[in-house]
């Protein structure tokens, strides 16, 4: 069967499965006796290293299967985690991450990760890092190599044993010998199998059906199975075939199973070594049947039996190419455009059925637009997710004490977004890392915690998503940058006269900038942040920087939500139509002229017991057919950025409306204010408005 075709779903489903062995490993350190987070644990890197043989890429496969005799000891309560043991299995997912990366790039996923292996074997064998041992974990591996087994099960197969115990049902372990002089095996062979299915169900064998009918195979063959019959009755049924030299037979349980399949695992890993046994076992731990949509590889040869437990629930989730949804999403947009067209024109003709038709349509196509709209968004938590081990990393490479507090992760943005953002906040992450937490000596003498604080934030303001990134460090040296700037010709010594803290801080954007005093593997040779800025601004985004010297500093990420269709409010200015988003509006209002008032030199109204600044759209946009001072009353749309308020006015309101966005396109430069344009019903062009520009 060509693999080809599955490499796609084990890519994407190895990846899934590593982050979660990050997540729970970051768990696990914080409460190292939870037995329960280990199981996870062991499940996922089980899982892993079934999907990897199965796909033939024998190497990650092995690796996994080195932890998982690690992770086997723990979960069995015979060896404790230790910080040596955190950072070895930490490695193994860094080599495990890197044998992914290669084979989505077309490679074949191999790495040199003999060391990393040696140092998992040595914990099984209960070596300390200096070398000296440990009588718990040394008896328990020697227990678990006592017995062996030449099956080796994949996950879907070892489930259906586990939960066959659990169960209540007999699982039994039986090899079958075949006397020497049997000329017809197969024949014989197959007596055997004929018996045992009248009785039960056979999970694996081992050499495999195929093999065994093809008579290629020695005197003996290995199998699981499931059944109700008692041990010593099969083995007299079994002895009494002809030809049928010897057959043992072990009822198992829990642990003789967890030991039996480990055993099977090692010795497969050791034939590897060997080249004569290279092919045999390969084909062995590679099951016949290609990945299924749960992730999990299907048995080979074996019939699951429902009463066992049967296989796993159906998957209810799909992938679906981003690039299928674009187009998804662009037909929408016509499709509503062309619902605006036949609303208007249904309300100029006033025909009873053409107005009840479109009305029918309209509903469908705001139940179409909603769906359409949910299938391409993700929560940020698939971003968010992966940084807190990366800090951990850095803040122990650089011995510092850091604790990553995440908000808002479940905040939801479009997919295009998503997969662009992840780099520039590793950088900025790294930063407050290394440039912003000081270190602990640092911290205790200027009376914080030892323990720096990095904030990551997550919300929607508008239409647009704000990324915040806090620390609770030393601030930013002002002085400093600004030293910096001069030596390195940024900046002359009149404009640094005049730059604001704000203008200053923005140099650490400038290309080149760096304020680290030595160059290390984290930062220092003024790479990083420039590449942040010129990714967000690719993005049609914007990033700011406050901070205040000796209690931290604040990066905030503002970035618009690309989707194509949004609901907005239609407003008349003269003879211009615009369109503010509905999320960005607080209320609508009505105000007598007199109520405005000028308060150090800013033009304000009062608003709930309080004075927001009010905004003419006709003067921002110079629209000239419009006086709004003959006005005595004048109507106004109060709008929000995060917490701050303001107010814009305008001429009359037209009425809600569900717009599709366009792009102004490459040849207008950006425009203050404006987040592109809408097509509406009659065929006008109308701007959108940005109302997070008019708030500062």
């Not at 049967?310 to 929408?332: F, K, Q, Y």
């Not at 209002?589 to 608003?607: D, E, F, L």
């Amino acid at each position: 069967m060509d693999m080809n075709q599955y490499l796609s779903m084990f890519i994407d489903e190895s990846n899934d499965h590593l982050q979660s062995l990050n997540e729970n490993m970051l768990e696990l350190e914080k409460a190292p006796d939870d037995i329960g987070i280990v199981q996870v644990i062991f499940r996922s890197a089980h899982t892993l290293k079934g999907m990897a043989a199965t796909m033939g890429f024998e190497d990650l496969s092995s690796l996994t299967h080195q932890m998982e005799n690690v992770l086997d000891l723990v979960r069995n309560e015979k060896l404790k985690m230790q910080d040596h043991i955190f950072d070895t299995l930490f490695k193994s997912l860094d080599a495990l991450q890197m044998m992914v990366q290669d084979i989505t790039q077309g490679g074949d996923g191999k790495a040199d990760v003999q060391s990393i292996v040696a140092s998992l074997q040595a914990i099984v064998r209960g070596e300390a890092p200096g070398g000296t041992d440990s009588s718990a974990s040394g008896q328990a591996a020697q227990g678990a190599a006592a017995v062996h087994s030449g099956i080796q099960l994949d996950e879907f197969q070892y489930s259906v044993l586990e939960q066959s115990i659990s169960e209540g049902h007999k699982v039994l372990y039986i090899e079958v010998a075949i006397r020497e002089d049997c000329q017809l095996k197969a024949a014989r062979a197959y007596l055997v199998f004929d018996l045992l299915e009248r009785y039960g169900e056979i999970v694996k064998s081992h050499p495999s059906v195929q093999e065994i009918e093809q008579e290629k195979f020695d005197r003996s063959f290995s199998l699981y199975y499931i059944t109700q019959k008692d041990a010593s009755e099969l083995q007299s049924m079994i002895v009494n075939l002809s030809e049928i030299e010897s057959a043992q037979v072990l009822q198992l349980d829990h642990e003789t199973l967890n030991q039996l399949a480990s055993g099977a695992q090692e010795a497969a890993a050791g034939a590897a070594e060997a080249p004569t046994a290279e092919a045999a076992a390969a084909a062995d731990s590679k099951p016949a049947a290609a990945p299924q949509a749960s992730s999990k590889p299907a048995a080979s040869e074996a019939k699951a039996s429902p009463r066992a437990g049967g296989g796993a629930a159906p998957s209810r989730t799909i992938r679906v190419d981003i690039e299928r949804l674009d187009v998804l999403m662009n037909l929408l947009s016509e499709l509503l455009i062309d619902r605006s067209r036949l609303e208007q024109l249904a309300h100029e003709i006033k025909r009873s059925d053409l107005t009840e038709t479109v009305e029918h349509m309209s509903r469908v196509g705001s139940d179409l637009q909603n769906i359409v709209l949910k299938l391409r968004m993700v929560p940020i938590d698939t971003v968010f997710s992966r940084f807190p081990r990366m800090v951990r990393d850095v803040a122990k490479s650089l011995d510092k004490k850091i604790d990553l507090v995440i908000l808002g992760a479940e905040t939801e943005l479009d997919r295009t977004v998503i997969d662009e953002i992840g780099d520039p906040l590793v950088h900025l992450l790294r930063n407050a890392v290394d440039h912003g937490v000081e270190p602990t000596a640092q911290r205790i003498a200027a009376g914080k915690p030892e323990t720096g604080t990095v904030q990551l934030r997550a919300f929607h303001s508008g239409n647009h998503v704000f990324i915040e990134i806090e620390d609770d460090g030393g601030g930013i040296d002002r002085e400093k940058i600004l030293n910096k700037a001069l030596k390195n010709g940024i900046v002359t010594q009149s404009e640094a006269a005049a730059m604001t803290d704000e203008e200053v801080y923005m140099l650490l954007f400038a290309a080149g900038f760096s304020t680290a005093d030595v160059i290390s593997d984290i930062s220092g040779r003024g790479v990083g942040l420039d590449v942040v800025r010129s990714k967000i601004e690719s993005l049609s985004g914007e990033v700011s920087v406050t901070s205040t010297l000796g209690k931290g500093t604040k990066f905030s990420v503002q970035l618009p939500l690309t989707l194509s269709i949004i609901s907005a409010m239609l407003i008349k200015v003269g003879s211009e139509k615009y369109a503010i988003p509905l999320s960005s509006i607080v209320e609508t209002a009505i105000i007598q002229r007199k109520q405005i008032r000028s308060v150090h030199g800013y033009t304000m109204v009062p608003y709930r017991e309080a004075h927001i600044p009010l905004m003419s759209l006709a003067s921002l946009f110079e629209v000239r057919d419009f006086d709004e001072e003959a006005e005595e009353e004048t109507e106004i749309v109060v709008i929000r950025k995060g917490d701050r308020l303001a107010a814009l006015t305008v001429e009359d309101f037209i009425g809600q409306s569900e717009i599709v966005i366009k792009n102004l396109g490459k040849y207008l430069p950006p425009v203050q204010g404006v987040a592109g344009a809408t097509i509406l019903g009659d065929g006008q062009v109308a701007l959108i408005i940005d109302p997070n520009a008019f708030i500062k």
